[in-house]
């Protein structure tokens, strides 16, 4: 018996392909008989011997599988047309579709609206305390996602200029000008909560409830420290953030249809992502530190435009609960507004993202003890191959007491047909739930839904993406600078947050708030930026059909040498803080385990993206050069003529002060 196919259908319907495949498709040659999971095919070869072919489906992952066995020693006349002839049929039968989210008619509610096409996620929503609530904020936050990717050539204006001195309403009070008026109350609480701290007037604007969060997060102690150490957070509000620690974090591919040299063993990381964050808390410590430097927050309060003038800028939003208009005067706008943003979309031109992590998932608790050992989460783990176009990945985090939190994320490339749907994740994530761990739906009781875009950008080099616009700054996703494989919005901002907060505090104190001169303060990192070319070997692009294994055996290849390396090694990977000369050495190593490699991810990316990628490396190369020159003795240098340089030529001193910064930075060396 030997495997000679092997397929994805991608639709759920199973039953429809089984009804296909036995009634309706017709083999171009042989004897056709119908089986339980498919059907048999005979054909006497012109030996005289009978070989014969067996075809069969199962459903895995919300989709379908097929493979093809000879079920005989004889090799059938004609096979490799015959499984052409299947595929292409197949093909054309059950091709790609990208659903569009229904309409929501006048006086619906979303449960009516959305339970027809999406029956697990309304019947499961409505056991999540404020379900209607939040799955009305998934439906919204997919429409906005997809709006800013449908017309990428023109984004929706919202930022405008006036040359003109006084374009402040007259009802507004000139007395009242927040030095940061900060747009998107999640990351930006934690930004805003630093840079109030250190005496400026801060505004915060929220769509939604203040403290409300879409996602969960994760962290290190380490990585935390940082925070602790620039003055932000003392070491028992930490400690009071903190609802579990893990013992340790398992990565595992699916890997039962890999080629044998491309089985991994399971990659152990204990001290990555092992510290579980109450976001509530740490948002209701950040609340108060806000009120208490007396920063103003705004929440129910949505975003609708600014106006920028030479002397600032002029905010114009609504109070979603009064439908009144909000006016706000400030000299700088901080945009964390996440994948959302219409100024990245706008200040980019419509190219903001070239690829997104759409996400969801739930805090949940019932799982029985026999299921998952609340001592261990999984860091990144699939069980099954491509699934509808997407390699879907699970993340599990034990959380308090005998919570959880589970994700289901895919990587996807921005794309106007098919942008990425949550509410189709969500779909998967309520179906196949049972299959990544066993459990009775019925038993499991849900806490809190978690869900997002996570996004990413392809950056050649630190000017690839524009951040920053005359009097505007992004940070987070809204800024987006390097590919989502490690570098999400919470990490970064952590492992970034002691060098924006410095250079930002910088260019305030001098009013150097022209694009030119923000741009310097941002969290780009050439050894991060590079691994956006392994990104793409983790996306299926839009209409393309793999083989359903590809995107695992890339993942156990990388995944599998990180195992057999030291753990400090996959420890600095996953950190950002992976170096030139270990970068090259893995790569290598790679490349010398699957030789195939580079041809997958050629097929995937194009030639194109492979050329772009060399000067990513060119980038990273050069950062590391100057590193290994400078580092150790330059940013000192620098840092001793601030003294005299800062009074007399500030611009110059943010320039350099940024430099100094990301010699270190750029290569991983946070603590540099």
Same mark, same amino acid.
């Given at each position: 018996?030997?495997?000679?196919?092997?397929?994805?259908?991608?639709?759920?319907?199973?039953?429809?392909?089984k009804?296909?495949?036995?009634?309706?498709?017709?083999?171009?040659?042989?004897?056709?008989?119908?089986?339980?999971h498919?059907?048999?095919?005979?054909?006497?070869?012109?030996?005289g011997?009978?070989?014969?072919?067996?075809?069969?489906?199962?459903?895995?992952?919300?989709?379908?599988?097929?493979?093809?066995?000879?079920?005989?020693?004889?090799?059938?006349?004609?096979?490799?047309?015959?499984?052409?002839?299947?595929?292409?049929?197949?093909?054309?039968?059950?091709?790609?579709?990208?659903?569009?989210?229904?309409?929501?008619?006048?006086n619906?509610?979303?449960?009516?609206?959305?339970?027809?096409?999406?029956?697990?996620?309304?019947?499961?929503?409505q056991?999540?305390?404020?379900?209607?609530?939040?799955?009305?904020?998934?439906?919204?936050?997919?429409?906005?996602?997809?709006?800013?990717?449908?017309?990428?050539?023109?984004?929706?204006?919202?930022?405008?200029?006036?040359?003109?001195?006084?374009?402040?309403?007259p009802?507004?009070?000139?007395?009242?000008?927040y030095?940061?008026?900060?747009?998107?109350?999640?990351?930006?609480?934690?930004?805003?909560?630093?840079?109030?701290?250190?005496?400026?007037?801060?505004?915060?604007?929220?769509?939604?409830?203040?403290?409300?969060?879409?996602?969960?997060?994760?962290?290190s102690?380490?990585?935390?420290?940082?925070?602790?150490?620039?003055?932000?957070?003392?070491?028992?509000e930490?400690?009071?953030?903190?609802?579990?620690?893990?013992v340790?974090?398992f990565?595992?591919?699916?890997?039962?249809?890999?080629?044998?040299?491309?089985?991994?063993?399971?990659?152990?990381?204990?001290?990555?992502?092992?510290?579980?964050?109450?976001?509530?808390?740490?948002?209701?410590?950040?609340?108060?530190?806000?009120?208490?430097?007396?920063a103003?927050?705004?929440?129910?309060t949505?975003?609708?435009?600014?106006?920028?003038?030479?002397?600032?800028?002029?905010?114009?939003?609504?109070?979603?609960?009064?439908?009144?208009?909000?006016?706000?005067?400030?000299?700088?706008?901080i945009?964390?507004?996440?994948?959302?943003s219409?100024?990245?979309?706008?200040?980019?031109?419509?190219?903001a993202?070239?690829s997104?992590?759409?996400?969801?998932?739930?805090?949940?608790?019932?799982?029985?003890?026999?299921?998952?050992?609340?001592?261990?989460?999984?860091v990144?783990?699939?069980?099954?191959?491509?699934?509808?176009?997407?390699?879907?990945?699970?993340?599990?985090?034990p959380?308090?007491?005998d919570?959880?939190?589970?994700?289901?994320f895919?990587?996807?490339?921005v794309h106007?047909?098919?942008?990425?749907?949550?509410?189709?994740?969500?779909?998967?994530?309520?179906?196949?739930l049972?299959?990544?761990?066993?459990?009775?739906?019925e038993?499991?009781?849900?806490k809190?839904?978690?869900?997002?875009y996570? *996004? &990413?950008?392809? %950056? $050649?080099?630190? +000017?690839?993406?524009?951040? !920053?616009?005359?009097?505007?700054? =992004?940070?987070?996703?809204?800024a987006s600078?390097?590919?989502?494989?490690?570098? *999400? &919005?919470f990490? %970064? $901002?952590?492992? +970034?947050?002691?060098?924006? !907060?410095?250079?930002?505090?910088? =260019?305030?104190?001098?009013?150097?708030?022209k694009a030119?001169?923000?741009?310097?303060?941002?969290?780009?990192?050439?050894?991060?930026a590079?691994?956006?070319?392994?990104?793409?070997?983790?996306?299926?692009?839009?209409?393309?059909?793999?083989?359903?294994?590809r995107?695992?055996?890339?993942?156990?290849?990388?995944?599998?040498?990180?195992?057999?390396?030291?753990?400090?090694?996959?420890?600095?990977f996953?950190?950002?803080?992976?170096?030139?000369?270990?970068?090259?050495?893995?790569?290598?190593?790679?490349?010398?385990?699957?030789?195939?490699?580079?041809?997958?991810?050629?097929?995937?990316?194009?030639?194109?993206?492979?050329?772009?990628?060399?000067?990513?490396?060119?980038?990273?190369?050069?950062?590391s050069?100057?590193n290994?020159?400078?580092?150790?003795?330059?940013?000192q240098?620098?840092?001793?003529?601030?003294?005299?340089?800062?009074?007399?030529?500030?611009?110059?001193?943010?320039?350099?002060?940024?430099?100094?910064y990301?010699i270190?930075?750029?290569?991983?060396?946070?603590?540099?």
């Amino acid at each position: 018996m030997q495997q000679l196919l092997y397929i994805e259908i991608p639709t759920p319907q199973v039953a429809a392909v089984k009804t296909w495949l036995q009634t309706e498709y017709q083999p171009p040659f042989g004897k056709k008989s119908v089986a339980k999971h498919g059907f048999i095919l005979d054909r006497q070869n012109r030996s005289g011997a009978i070989a014969q072919l067996s075809v069969f489906i199962w459903t895995l992952q919300r989709t379908t599988y097929l493979k093809i066995f000879r079920w005989s020693e004889e090799v059938m006349d004609g096979e490799k047309d015959f499984l052409d002839h299947l595929t292409k049929a197949a093909r054309q039968a059950f091709p790609y579709e990208f659903k569009q989210p229904p309409a929501i008619a006048p006086n619906q509610s979303i449960f009516e609206a959305l339970a027809e096409e999406y029956p697990l996620t309304v019947k499961f929503f409505q056991r999540i305390p404020n379900g209607e609530y939040d799955l009305n904020r998934v439906y919204w936050w997919e429409k906005r996602w997809r709006e800013s990717v449908k017309n990428p050539k023109t984004p929706k204006q919202v930022i405008f200029e006036d040359s003109q001195a006084n374009s402040v309403k007259p009802d507004v009070n000139p007395e009242v000008i927040y030095d940061i008026v900060y747009l998107g109350g999640a990351l930006g609480a934690i930004h805003a909560a630093m840079m109030a701290k250190l005496g400026y007037r801060v505004c915060l604007v929220e769509r939604i409830p203040f403290g409300r969060m879409n996602r969960e997060w994760n962290i290190s102690r380490a990585e935390f420290q940082n925070l602790i150490n620039f003055g932000l957070f003392t070491k028992e509000e930490f400690e009071a953030m903190i609802t579990a620690e893990y013992v340790d974090g398992f990565n595992k591919f699916f890997d039962s249809n890999n080629p044998a040299h491309l089985k991994a063993k399971v990659l152990h990381t204990p001290t990555v992502l092992n510290i579980a964050i109450d976001t509530n808390r740490l948002l209701e410590i950040c609340s108060k530190k806000l009120h208490q430097y007396g920063a103003v927050i705004c929440d129910r309060t949505e975003f609708q435009k600014v106006v920028i003038n030479d002397h600032g800028a002029t905010i114009f939003a609504k109070n979603l609960e009064t439908d009144a208009e909000v006016i706000l005067n400030s000299r700088l706008v901080i945009d964390a507004m996440g994948s959302a943003s219409a100024i990245a979309q706008q200040i980019n031109a419509g190219q903001a993202f070239d690829s997104v992590c759409p996400t969801v998932g739930a805090v949940l608790e019932g799982f029985e003890k026999q299921v998952w050992d609340s001592n261990y989460g999984d860091v990144l783990f699939s069980h099954g191959d491509i699934s509808r176009g997407r390699q879907l990945i699970w993340e599990l985090f034990p959380a308090e007491k005998d919570e959880l939190t589970i994700y289901l994320f895919h990587y996807h490339q921005v794309h106007p047909e098919n942008p990425g749907s949550l509410l189709e994740m969500y779909e998967d994530f309520f179906t196949i739930l049972p299959e990544y761990r066993r459990c009775d739906m019925e038993k499991l009781v849900w806490k809190k839904a978690t869900f997002g875009y996570i *996004t &990413g950008h392809y %950056s $050649l080099n630190e +000017n690839s993406k524009k951040c !920053a616009f005359d009097r505007i700054l =992004a940070i987070g996703d809204a800024a987006s600078l390097q590919s989502p494989l490690v570098f *999400t &919005g919470f990490g %970064s $901002l952590v492992r +970034n947050l002691p060098r924006l !907060a410095t250079l930002l505090d910088t =260019a305030l104190k001098h009013d150097l708030l022209k694009a030119d001169d923000l741009s310097q303060i941002n969290a780009y990192q050439s050894n991060i930026a590079v691994t956006w070319l392994f990104s793409k070997g983790m996306m299926v692009p839009t209409g393309m059909h793999l083989p359903p294994e590809r995107v695992n055996s890339m993942l156990n290849t990388f995944f599998g040498l990180l195992a057999d390396e030291p753990q400090p090694v996959s420890d600095r990977f996953i950190k950002d803080r992976l170096g030139w000369l270990m970068f090259n050495r893995l790569a290598l190593i790679a490349a010398f385990k699957n030789p195939q490699l580079i041809l997958w991810i050629l097929e995937m990316a194009g030639i194109q993206d492979l050329l772009k990628w060399l000067s990513s490396y060119g980038a990273f190369t050069r950062s590391s050069l100057t590193n290994a020159l400078l580092g150790r003795w330059l940013p000192q240098i620098l840092r001793s003529s601030q003294t005299w340089l800062e009074p007399t030529n500030p611009r110059l001193w943010l320039r350099l002060l940024s430099w100094s910064y990301a010699i270190n930075y750029s290569v991983g060396k946070q603590d540099s």
